[in-house]
C-alpha cells in the first residue's frame, strides 16, 4: 500500500471515527436532558418511556432498511443519512409537543440504525485488516457518550433539586425505581421558561454536520476517479459468494446472531440500572455516588477500547476476545457474589466491566470478517442483533427490579455474560467446522480465497 493510498484511508477512518459520534450521542442525550424535555412538552416522566422505546424500534428498523440501499455508493448513502441524522437533532425540541418529540426520537433510531451499518461497510471496504479499524472507529460511539452530557449541561435548568436525584432511570420511572416526591417552593422550580434545552440539540447536531459534508466530498472524488485507493476483493462485497455446506453456514450465522445479542445490551442494561440499585439495595448509596459510578463504567468502557484498540495489533483479534470475556465472566461473577454486599467491590467490579466488556463489538466484526465475507447484508444482520438486544435486555431488567428485586437485575447481568460466553464458544466451533468442511474463508493474509472459474 502506497503513502498516498494509506493516507487516504487513515483521513476516511477518522471521519468514520467522528461519524459515530452520532449513535454515541443518540445512546447518551435523553438521559441528562430528559426532565428539561419534560417541562418543554409539559408531560409527565412516565410517558418518556414510550420515547425509549420508540427509539429502540427506530433503531431495528433502521438496520433493516439498511441493506436496501447497497446498491447506492456508501459515501453517498452515508452523505445523506449524516444529513438527515444531523438535522433531527437540531429541530428534535423546537416543537414543545410530545408527539412531535416522539417522532423525533423514532427518526433519529432510525438514523442511527442506519448510520452504523454504512459506517461499518465503509471501514471494512477501506481495510484489510479489520481488527485494529473496527475498534478504533467503534470508540467513536463511546466518546460521543461521554462527551454529550458535558455539552448539554450548561443548557439545563438547574434550580429544582429534583434534577439531582434523577438520572437516565427516570425514563423508567413508572417501574416504582425512584422517589421523586419532594416539597418545591415555586422559586426552586424550574419552568419551561428557564431551560435552554432545545439549543443543546442543535449544538449536538452540528457536531455531526461537518461528517455529512465530508462524505459528501469523498463520493464526489470517488465517483471521479480522482482517490488513490487500490481495487481490493473487499469492494465487491454484494458479489455472489458460493458457500458450501450452507446448512453449516446458516447455523453459524444464528450463532453469530446470539453472540452480537447481549454484547452492547449487558452493559446498558447494567448502567441503565446502576443508580437505582445502589440506592434500592442493602448498600443504600447516595444518587450523586451512584451518578459518578455509572460514569466510571462508561469512562471505563471508553478507555478499555482505546487499550484494546492499540492491543489488537500485537495479540490479535481471537485473544482479545478470549481475554476480556474471561476477564468479563470473573468480573460479572464477582458482582453477584460482592457487589450487593460491599459498596468497594460495586465499584471495582463497575469500573473492570466497563473495560472488559468494551471491545466484543469491534474484535466481533472483526472476527467475523476471518470467518465469512461480511457483505452489508450480514452487517445490518448484526446491527439488528445489537438493536435488538439493546431494546430488549434493559426492558427485562427493568421489570425484574420492579417484581423480583434489585438484586435479580445483577443476576441477569452475570446470567448474559455467562450466556454470551457459552455462545462464543460454539460458534468458534461452527467455524472450524466450516474450516474442516472447506467451506471458502479467508486465508491467513486475510485475503478472499477465489476459487478458479471452471
Given amino acids: 500500500?502506497?503513502?498516498?493510498?494509506?493516507?487516504?484511508?487513515?483521513?476516511?477512518?477518522?471521519?468514520?471515527?467522528?461519524?459515530?459520534?452520532?449513535?454515541?450521542?443518540?445512546?447518551?442525550?435523553?438521559?441528562?436532558?430528559?426532565?428539561?424535555?419534560?417541562?418543554?412538552?409539559?408531560?409527565?416522566?412516565?410517558?418518556?418511556?414510550?420515547?425509549?422505546?420508540?427509539?429502540?424500534?427506530?433503531?431495528?428498523?433502521?438496520?433493516?432498511?439498511?441493506?436496501?440501499?447497497?446498491?447506492?455508493?456508501?459515501?453517498?448513502?452515508?452523505?445523506?443519512?449524516?444529513?438527515?441524522?444531523?438535522?433531527?437533532?437540531?429541530?428534535?425540541?423546537?416543537?414543545?409537543?410530545?408527539?412531535?418529540?416522539?417522532?423525533?426520537?423514532?427518526?433519529?433510531?432510525?438514523?442511527?440504525?442506519?448510520?452504523?451499518?454504512?459506517?461499518?461497510?465503509?471501514?471494512?471496504?477501506?481495510?484489510?485488516?479489520?481488527?485494529?479499524?473496527?475498534?478504533?472507529?467503534?470508540?467513536?460511539?463511546?466518546?460521543?457518550?461521554?462527551?454529550?452530557?458535558?455539552?448539554?449541561?450548561?443548557?439545563?435548568?438547574?434550580?429544582?433539586?429534583?434534577?439531582?436525584?434523577?438520572?437516565?432511570?427516570?425514563?423508567?420511572?413508572?417501574?416504582?425505581?425512584?422517589?421523586?416526591?419532594?416539597?418545591?417552593?415555586?422559586?426552586?422550580?424550574?419552568?419551561?421558561?428557564?431551560?435552554?434545552?432545545?439549543?443543546?440539540?442543535?449544538?449536538?447536531?452540528?457536531?455531526?454536520?461537518?461528517?455529512?459534508?465530508?462524505?459528501?466530498?469523498?463520493?464526489?472524488?470517488?465517483?471521479?476517479?480522482?482517490?488513490?485507493?487500490?481495487?481490493?476483493?473487499?469492494?465487491?462485497?454484494?458479489?455472489?459468494?458460493?458457500?458450501?455446506?450452507?446448512c453449516l453456514y446458516y447455523v453459524f450465522l444464528v450463532f453469530l446472531f446470539l453472540y452480537f445479542f447481549p454484547i452492547m445490551g449487558n452493559v446498558i442494561l447494567y448502567g441503565t440500572f446502576l443508580t437505582a440499585f445502589g440506592v434500592h439495595s442493602r448498600l443504600h448509596m447516595t444518587k450523586e455516588a451512584m451518578v459518578m459510578m455509572t460514569s466510571l463504567l462508561f469512562a471505563c468502557s471508553l478507555i478499555g477500547r482505546i487499550f484494546n484498540t492499540a492491543a489488537t495489533k500485537l495479540c490479535g483479534t481471537l485473544k482479545i476476545i478470549v481475554v476480556n470475556g474471561l476477564a468479563m465472566l470473573i468480573t460479572s461473577i464477582c458482582l453477584a457474589v460482592l457487589g450487593p454486599k460491599y459498596e468497594t467491590a460495586l465499584w471495582i467490579c463497575s469500573a473492570a466491566f466497563g473495560f472488559s466488556s468494551s471491545p466484543f463489538m469491534g474484535a466481533g466484526f472483526a472476527w467475523t470478517v476471518d470467518q465469512i465475507t461480511l457483505r452489508p447484508r450480514i452487517v445490518s444482520f448484526c446491527v439488528f442483533s445489537i438493536s435488538v438486544g439493546n431494546m430488549v435486555l434493559p426492558f427485562l431488567g427493568g421489570i425484574m427490579f420492579q417484581n423480583q428485586g434489585p438484586v435479580s437485575y445483577i443476576y441477569l447481568v452475570c446470567s448474559t455474560v455467562v450466556f454470551q460466553v457459552i455462545i462464543f464458544i460454539v460458534l468458534f466451533g461452527v467455524a472450524r467446522l466450516l474450516q474442516v468442511a472447506g467451506a471458502p474463508l479467508r486465508d491467513n493474509e486475510n485475503e478472499i480465497i477465489v476459487e478458479s472459474e471452471q
Fill in 1 to 246: 500500500m502506497g503513502k498516498p493510498e494509506r493516507l487516504w484511508k487513515i483521513i476516511q477512518t477518522l471521519w468514520i471515527f467522528w461519524a459515530f459520534f452520532m449513535p454515541g450521542i443518540g445512546d447518551a442525550v435523553l438521559g441528562p436532558t430528559l426532565l428539561d424535555l419534560e417541562l418543554l412538552v409539559s408531560e409527565g416522566t412516565g410517558n418518556f418511556s414510550f420515547i425509549i422505546l420508540s427509539t429502540g424500534l427506530g433503531t431495528v428498523l433502521g438496520s433493516i432498511l439498511a441493506p436496501l440501499f447497497s446498491g447506492v455508493d456508501v459515501r453517498l448513502r452515508l452523505c445523506v443519512t449524516l444529513l438527515l441524522g444531523s438535522v433531527v437533532n437540531i429541530v428534535m425540541s423546537l416543537v414543545a409537543s410530545f408527539a412531535y418529540l416522539l417522532v423525533m426520537f423514532t427518526l433519529q433510531g432510525i438514523a442511527k440504525g442506519v448510520v452504523v451499518v454504512f459506517l461499518i461497510e465503509l471501514c471494512n471496504t477501506l481495510w484489510e485488516e479489520k481488527g485494529v479499524a473496527f475498534q478504533f472507529i467503534l470508540s467513536g460511539s463511546m466518546a460521543g457518550a461521554v462527551i454529550a452530557p458535558l455539552l448539554v449541561q450548561p443548557f439545563l435548568c438547574h434550580k429544582q433539586h429534583i434534577h439531582e436525584d434523577l438520572t437516565f432511570n427516570s425514563a423508567l420511572s413508572d417501574l416504582n425505581l425512584t422517589d421523586s416526591t419532594h416539597n418545591l417552593t415555586q422559586k426552586d422550580t424550574c419552568t419551561a421558561e428557564d431551560t435552554r434545552v432545545h439549543l443543546a440539540y442543535v449544538l449536538l447536531g452540528c457536531i455531526t454536520l461537518p461528517c455529512a459534508l465530508a462524505f459528501g466530498y469523498y463520493w464526489i472524488r470517488h465517483g471521479k476517479g480522482d482517490n488513490p485507493e487500490s481495487v481490493s476483493p473487499y469492494k465487491s462485497l454484494d458479489s455472489s459468494v458460493e458457500v458450501n455446506h450452507k
